[in-house]
């Protein structure tokens, strides 16, 4: 297992996510940043856009989750 945090994931808080892939984490800061907009948390609305957006144009993001999956690779196994 690895942790991420949200800022690592382009968020602006700490939170920790943990997971065995890259996927793993992504998946859990996509649901973070759903629950945190819906709570009324504005600081997590630009992420939460980005991310949406990712979604939507998958091939325009290659390059995101390229950088994401080698910032997980790099991390050590907690
Ligand atoms: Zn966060």
């Keep these: 297992m690895k942790?991420?945090?949200?800022?690592?994931?382009?968020?602006?808080c700490d939170l920790e996510h943990r997971g065995e892939s890259a996927d793993d984490?992504?998946?859990?800061?996509?649901?973070?940043?759903k629950e945190a907009v819906k709570a009324g948390d504005t600081a997590h609305e630009p992420a939460r856009e980005d991310m949406r957006g990712r979604w939507k144009h998958p091939k325009k993001s290659l390059g995101w989750y390229r950088d994401a999956k080698q910032a997980f690779a790099e991390l050590p196994e907690d």
Aim: net charge positive; with cysteine; glycine share 10%.
């Design 3 to 12: 942790t991420m945090t949200c800022r690592q994931l382009g968020g602006p």
């Design 25 to 33: 984490v992504i998946n859990a800061q996509d649901r973070h940043l």
